[in-house]
């Protein structure tokens, strides 16, 4: 058959497939509790610590660990898992999601804790890097923008809650009790999952780890993936051990540190809303602006960080802008590679999750050792870093 006349053939299949909006939000659902487990311990460090018999700093590599799992997961899934059919692999994987809430929150020891934390990047890192091939399969090709929005929608809507909320339980029935509340989410979004989608068979091709790997031929994509994972390593530097500092220097109750960690998250809903004017104009600006943005919240945080009024606004400054980046750095990647979205989409993520693995480690390392203003500086610095990087890739030909 003539190439064109098959591709021809397969849009107008993909445009004539009846769209499953069941099977995109239950895939949505699942969206919130890997999002909301992933970053639930950044608003119960100190507990877990205290528990653990750890210091904050260790009780911060929970999220390295998951990080660290779901780059290996996302660049050798494709491979491990083989022909296995698409929609038994995701079922699994909720099911895993459902298993590590249990194993964290039943952990006697802080090694056990560390296995939940890593299976939790094992499900991260294998639900996103087959997400936006299974949203092609379940809508007409027209719809799947709008099925890729709703499962940012969900992630959107955990990074407004889970912290809050996260601090709250653990306020109320311990950090334990509230990693336990993400196994009845896991297990509701099983039972949609297995109802609503479809027997979703491997399809031959596609790209593999390998093809992820060759869009680094291009300099452009070089630069740019340099520059969010500056941007992320230096935001998990400081967002990480938020807590401790709000605690130990700001001196907030438990339910003024739920208030301001909410704010942030809505601020940071917001900032997802309005990002997409912005980008309309230019996606550089956003990249090359925002970082330079934090910085300043982040040197501001040293200065001010003893005046629970000053703080509460800079976190929700620091919502706004840090939630919207990584909008734009995803239009950032349609724009730059049209025919490749699918293997940079699988980079980007290995590349996202690594920096978080870093920026929780090396902030960790230097909280421990030289207190929070060499961490905050630190992270400054970074970001910094990322916003010239961006700069760089706005200037770059191919």
């Given at each position: ?11 107008s ?7 499953n909006?069941a099977?995109?939000?239950?895939m949505t ?8 487990s992933?970053f639930?311990p950044v608003?119960?460090?100190t507990p877990i ?5 750890v210091?904050e700093?260790?009780?911060g590599y929970?999220i390295a660990?998951?990080?660290a799992?779901a780059v290996?997961?996302s660049?050798?899934?494709s ?6 059919n ?7 994987l909720?099911?895993a999601m459902g ?9 006697p020891s802080y090694?056990?804790?560390?296995i939940?934390?890593?299976l939790?990047?094992v499900?991260?890192g294998?639900?996103?890097s087959?997400?936006a091939?299974?949203?092609m399969?379940?809508v007409p090709a ?11 929608g969900g992630?959107a ?7 809050p909320?996260g601090?709250?339980?653990?306020g109320?029935i ?8 993400l196994?009845p989410i ?5 039972i949609?999952q ?9 399809e ?11 869009v680094l ?12 994972g ?6 998990f530097m400081l967002?990480?051990?938020l807590?401790?500092f709000?605690?130990t ?13 909410l704010?942030?998250?809505v601020?940071?809903?917001?900032g997802t809303?309005v990002?997409g004017?912005v980008i309309k104009?230019?996606?550089y600006?956003p990249?090359i602006?925002?970082?330079?943005v934090m910085?300043?919240?982040?040197v501001a945080?040293?200065?001010?960080g003893?005046?629970?009024?000053p703080?509460f606004?800079?976190l929700a400054?620091?919502?706004l ?5 990584p909008v734009?750095?995803?239009s950032?990647?349609a ?5 490749d979205?699918?293997?940079g989409?699988?980079?980007m993520?290995?590349v996202?999750q690594l920096s978080?693995?870093l920026?929780?480690?090396i902030?960790?390392?230097?909280f421990d ?7 905050f500086?630190?992270?400054a610095?970074?970001?910094l870093l ?5 700069a ?7």
């Open positions: 058959m003539n190439p064109t006349a098959a591709s021809t053939t397969a849009d299949a993909a445009d004539a497939r009846p769209a909006w099977g995109v939000l239950s659902l699942c969206v919130f509790g890997l999002i909301a992933e639930m608003s119960l460090l610590a205290t528990s653990l018999g210091s700093g260790w009780a929970g660990i998951s990080g799992f290996i997961t660049l050798s899934i491979r491990l898992v083989g022909n296995l698409r929609k038994t692999l995701l079922l699994l909720t099911i298993v590590s809430g249990v194993i964290v929150s039943l952990a090694p056990v804790y560390m939940g934390r890593a939790i990047g499900v991260i294998g639900f996103w087959m997400s091939a299974i949203a399969r379940l027209k719809s799947v923008p709008k099925a890729l929005a709703i499962f940012n992630n809507l955990a990074t407004v809650v889970a912290a909320l601090s709250y339980l653990g109320v311990g950090w334990r009790g509230a990693f336990m509340c196994v896991a297990l509701i979004a099983l949609w297995w109802i609503s989608l479809p027997s979703l068979k491997a031959k091709g596609g790209a593999a780890s390998a093809g992820a790997f060759g031929n291009q300099r452009v994509v070089r630069r740019g993936m340099a520059a969010v500056l941007f992320f390593i230096g935001q967002f990480t051990y807590r401790p709000l605690e220097v700001t001196g907030v109750s438990v339910t003024e540190l739920s208030m301001m960690l704010a942030l998250g601020a940071g809903f917001v809303v990002i004017s104009k230019g996606v600006k990249l602006v925002v970082p330079p910085a300043a919240v982040a945080l040293i200065v001010l003893h005046m629970t009024g703080v606004a800079l400054l620091w919502g802008v840090a939630t919207a980046a734009a750095w995803w950032w990647l724009e730059s590679l049209p025919n979205a699918e293997a989409g699988g980079l993520v290995a996202i978080i693995a920026g929780s480690t902030g960790g390392l230097l050792s030289s207190g929070y203003r060499i961490t500086i630190a992270s610095v970074v970001l990322a916003s010239v990087l961006a760089a890739t706005a200037r770059t030909k191919g």
